[in-house]
């Protein structure tokens, strides 16, 4: 049977911290349970605003885990240089802009190519895995292996939206599953990520060629509920 690595992304711990400016909840804590619980590796984006995760949290999950940290960066030479100082053994390039809720579509791969080439060169050499996260296309798979890449996470947005909506999902499933057959047989590793909740990701899973699934704001989400139980009753047993 195949399996299929999980990588847990814990940015939206950072989130509910900041709101409030507090030390809590932990971003290092989270990034321990997760490993703890059987995720194949972390996955944390340093943002150019830092609005949840910051290079204090960087530093101190990089020390803790032993599960492979995957850090997303935008191409960028400020995030260069932190990637080449903290070493993380996975890398996911990502697109990115200040007004964005979050990351809205792949990479543009026709755009700062010879920065992009350098980059993945520098972070390759410095043994960081690289991934470039796109969109489900041929073209980008192609450019992909042209840069050198070791894998590609597929942007998988859209049909998780297309599936929450319930709404026909067939075309974008197809999309994706040609760019994941032209990503094998290029030699690439695929990967998976964006807006997967337990549906998607169910009917992803079929698809042979993906190996890694990166899951964050459902997966938080979700364990919001499965931990609310246990700490009312701590609560409760408290304030008796
Ligand atoms: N993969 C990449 C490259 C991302 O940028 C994100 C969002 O930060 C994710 C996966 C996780 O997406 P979500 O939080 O919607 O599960």
């Keep these: 049977m195949k399996r299929i690595r999980l990588g847990v992304n814990i940015d939206h711990v950072a989130t509910v911290r900041n709101a409030r400016g507090e030390d809590y909840p932990s971003p290092l804590r989270a ?29 101190k999950i990089i020390k803790k885990l032993k599960i492979p940290l995957n850090l997303e960066i935008a191409a960028t030479k400020e995030m260069l240089k932190i990637a080449l100082r903290s070493k993380p053994p996975f890398i996911c390039i990502v697109p990115e802009k200040r007004q964005e809720i979050t990351t809205e579509g792949g990479l543009n791969l026709k755009y700062n190519i010879n920065f992009l080439r350098l980059l993945i060169k520098r972070l390759k050499n410095n043994n960081s895995r690289v991934s470039l996260f796109i969109e489900p296309n041929i ?32 075309n974008e499933l197809n999309r994706i599953r040609k760019a994941v057959l032209h990503g094998h047989k290029l030699g690439l590793e695929i990967h998976a990520g964006h807006g997967l909740t337990y549906t998607s990701a169910k009917i992803l899973s079929k698809l042979k060629d993906i190996k890694e699934f990166n899951i964050g704001h459902f997966l938080i989400g979700e364990s919001i509920f499965e931990g609310m139980p246990l700490t009312i009753k701590k609560f409760k047993r408290i304030l008796k």
């Design 31 to 59: 990034a321990l349970l997760a490993e703890k619980n059987g995720a194949d590796s972390v996955t944390i984006h340093l943002r150019e605003d830092r609005r949840h995760i910051n290079e204090t949290d960087l530093k």
């Design 139 to 170: 073209k980008d798979l192609d450019k992909a292996k042209k840069f050198n890449a070791d894998c590609v996470e597929i942007h998988t947005g859209k049909l998780c939206n297309l599936i929450n909506q319930k709404k026909n999902f067939q």
